[in-house]
């Protein structure tokens, strides 16, 4: 099945409901990846954060999930990674998120590997 490129960015208030989702179940080290402008990118935003726990990592995707339908009334495109739970991915077309725990985040540097992205923090809540 081909991806196609949602026709008006609407990305804005979904990341927004996204990084909510993360807020509310402590998510940590917060970051959107801005991959318009890189040349060949699956998507165009990457929303990352990660956990210390596998049962963390499956309630942070599942707020991610309520957060942006009950907002948006968005559901990701696909999920793939809550089996094990060591990296879940959400696909919102041209929305991407990973939820990682700590060590699959720091194994798979995915801020590296996009090093030429712009990149915007969050605040952790606690």
């Known amino acids: 099945m081909a991806r196609k490129k949602k026709e008006i960015d609407n990305a804005t208030p979904l990341i927004e409901a996204i990084v909510e989702g ?10 959107m990846l801005d991959l318009r402008e890189i040349p060949n990118a699956i998507t165009d935003y990457f929303v990352i954060c990660h956990a210390d726990n596998i049962r963390q990592v499956k309630a942070l995707a599942d707020s991610v999930e309520e957060v942006a339908f009950i907002k948006l009334n968005e ?10 739970a ?16 700590k060590e699959s985040r720091d194994f798979y540097n995915i801020e590296n590997l996009w090093a030429d992205a712009k990149k915007t923090e969050y605040e952790t809540v606690y």
């Open 75 to 84: 559901k990701p495109w696909h999920v793939e990674g809550t089996n094990n």
């Open 22 to 31: 993360m807020q509310e179940k402590k998510g940590q080290d917060i970051v």
């Open 86 to 101: 060591n990296w879940v991915l959400l696909d919102y077309v041209n929305v991407v998120v990973h939820v990682f725990n």
